[in-house]
């Protein structure tokens, strides 16, 4: 997994030539963190955290409000990432058919992640939080 890779999925990345923001899964993501506004919307039963938030960008334009699921406060950055490339490494269950990438799946420390690959690359990877991944053929 790239090192940018890495920073999307913990604390989140522009889309370039807009203010929208994908990733974003770290516990750190959260109101002690000068970098985020984050209003709470609930905490799922594995610990993981529904939240929207908005960060500020380099040039000092803010995002657009972004939902995303955290991962559990108990869960270290070195954590997420490690427990992600192990649900990566898990056998395939859907394909999206339009760009070939893969979705993986599989439980860690009671918390459901899903995980997607290009190739052998983990491009996301996330908390499902008791909302599965769309936009995938299951396969068999």
């Known amino acids: 997994m790239s090192p940018e890779v890495e920073e999307k999925i ?5 889309i370039d030539g807009s ?3 994908i990733g974003g899964h770290s ?7 000068s970098k985020y506004a ?7 039963s ?4 529904t939240v929207k938030y908005t960060t500020q960008f380099e040039d000092g334009s803010l995002s657009k409000i972004k939902t995303s699921t955290l991962f559990p406060e108990s869960w270290s950055d070195k954590s997420i990432i490690d ?14 058919a339009s760009t070939g ?12 992640i899903d995980v997607i690959k290009k190739g052998d690359s983990i491009i996301a990877g996330y908390p499902v939080g008791g909302k599965p ?6 396969t068999k």
């Open 46 to 49: 594995d610990g993981t955290k």
């Open 19 to 21: 203010n929208k923001i």
């Open 133 to 138: 991944t769309v936009g995938f053929e299951a």
């Open 83 to 96: 427990s992600i490339k192990q649900v990566g490494n898990n056998p395939i269950i859907g394909q999206r």
């Open 38 to 44: 984050v209003d709470e919307i609930k905490v799922n």
């Open 27 to 33: 516990s750190t993501i959260n109101n002690i963190n």
């Open 101 to 112: 990438e893969t979705l993986h799946r599989g439980v860690i420390n009671g918390v459901e």
């Open 10 to 14: 913990l604390s989140g990345q522009r």
